[in-house]
């Protein structure tokens, strides 16, 4: 027997509803807030995300799902949402417009990861990005969208917050973090030795205790971020204060892409395993001009679809529509026709089996259905059909 394969799975009833129930709500509050949908391409080109991802994170170091295609092209999964959508904005020449763009996607990612409780080879993501607005209002905007989205879904979390510095503070910083790790440097484990010569700042992102206690006494960014950087995260504390929004400060939080600057954030739940991230995103300023189009300021963030549906309960479903069964042979081709006119207006469904009163009126209860509609000989003689209403428990004859 042929089996998904491990890390994928299918989205089957009940968890189709909450995957529907999730997409519809969250787009209706992205809408609200200006953003319109876009869909790019599950394929790239795998130099995208080597440039914008980055060559030293475990996502395009280790986990891509890379391969070369009949024309032999170099070609990739899409690990994450961002890159695309960037890709999009450049080569739609919205960089030269000018301008304020903002656009919400969903749809699934691919990760060569370990599968376990909440991590999947392909999940899916609900991620918007804007483009055009440097200013921390929009930093605010982005953060209380997302605090709606997981607010009307009843989730518990914990908002975790850091600046990432710019290309002005943190060259500065890195090499006086280098120089402090060139101190700990052995008893540091392999993946941060590694890091070390890659991507200092990534130490902070380490599981193992022992790296932690050591780099305990480590600079960290927050005392070393240059003044605008600085003012910049203090206006949106300051408006998250205003807004009575709870957060936590943590200097660890490096984020496991490199196109990030100045603000980055999680939303990370206690009701979730050790894959406690829920939702993660942070300003990226620099990666549509990095991606040669022209600078334009961005922020941005993307939802864990999997790990949310694990936290939501979809509400009772109101019985809706109609179900048609057939009592006898003779009924089924007017009843097919009867129900072709009244799914214009309504959800339909039919039983194509002749059927007792009683099967058709349990089918339709599993159906989910309203009204119960069947045509039997005696109908047929009066042309008319019998409705049933499985909530109001009335029935009526109709013309048919
Ligand atoms: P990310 O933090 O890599 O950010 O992923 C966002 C969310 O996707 C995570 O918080 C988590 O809920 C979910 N996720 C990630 N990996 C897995 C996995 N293997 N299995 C299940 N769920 C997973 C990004 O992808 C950025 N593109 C977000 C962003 C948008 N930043 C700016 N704009």
Redesign the pocket.
């Given at each position: 027997m042929i089996t998904a394969l491990r890390?994928m799975k299918d989205i089957l009833p009940p968890q189709n509803q909450k995957f529907v129930y999730f997409l519809e709500n969250a787009s209706a509050i992205a809408r609200r807030y200006g953003f319109e949908f876009i869909e790019t391409p599950i394929l790239e080109e795998t130099a995208l995300f080597k440039r914008s991802v980055g060559e030293s994170s475990d996502?395009v170091g280790k986990e891509m799902y890379q391969f070369i295609d009949k024309g032999g092209h170099d070609v990739c999964l899409r690990?994450?949402?961002?890159?695309g959508v960037v890709r999009a904005f450049i080569e739609k020449k919205y960089d030269r417009q000018g301008g304020i763009h903002r656009f919400f996607y969903h749809g699934p990612?691919f990760?060569y990861?370990r599968?376990q409780k909440?991590?999947?080879?392909q999940?899916?993501?609900f991620?918007?990005?804007s483009f055009g607005v440097s200013s921390h209002f929009e930093d605010a905007n982005i953060i209380l969208m997302l605090k709606e989205i997981l607010d009307f879904f009843g989730i518990n979390y914990t908002l975790k917050l850091n600046s990432l510095g710019c290309s002005t503070c943190m060259p500065p910083y890195r090499e006086r973090l280098v120089t402090f790790l060139d101190t700990i440097e052995d008893a540091l484990c392999e993946d941060c030795r590694r890091r070390k010569s890659t991507n200092p700042i990534r130490v902070f992102d380490c599981k193992n205790e022992k790296c932690q206690q050591l780099l305990e006494p480590a600079p960290r960014l927050r005392q070393n971020l240059c003044e605008v950087c600085d003012t910049h995260f203090n206006a949106l504390l300051s408006l998250l204060d205003q807004q009575g929004i709870s957060y936590e400060i943590d200097p660890n939080l490096v984020?496991?892409?490199d196109?990030?600057n100045k603000t980055a954030f999680?939303?990370v739940s206690g009701d979730l395993g050790a894959?406690n991230?829920?939702?993660?995103?942070?300003r990226?300023d620099k990666l549509v001009s990095f991606l040669d189009g022209k600078e334009t300021p961005?922020?941005?963030?993307?939802?864990?679809?999997?790990?949310?549906m694990e936290m939501i309960e979809v509400p009772r479903q109101e019985r809706e529509g109609y179900y048609f069964g057939a009592l006898c042979e003779e009924a089924l081709t007017p009843l097919f026709l009867a129900a072709s006119k009244e799914r214009e207006h309504d959800k339909v469904t039919m039983g194509y089996d002749v059927k007792s009163l009683r099967a058709h009126l349990k089918a339709a209860d599993k159906a989910g259905a309203r009204y119960c509609a069947v045509i039997g000989e005696n109908e047929l003689a009066a042309k008319k059909i019998w409705v049933k209403d499985l909530e109001a428990k009335t029935e009526e004859m109709r013309e048919l």
């Open positions: 890390g996502i690990p994450e949402g961002t890159a990612m990760r990861e599968p909440g991590r999947l080879r999940f899916h993501q991620g918007v990005e984020r496991g892409l196109y990030y999680e939303f894959q991230a829920v939702a993660g995103g942070g990226y961005a922020i941005g963030f993307a939802i864990g679809i999997e790990r949310l």
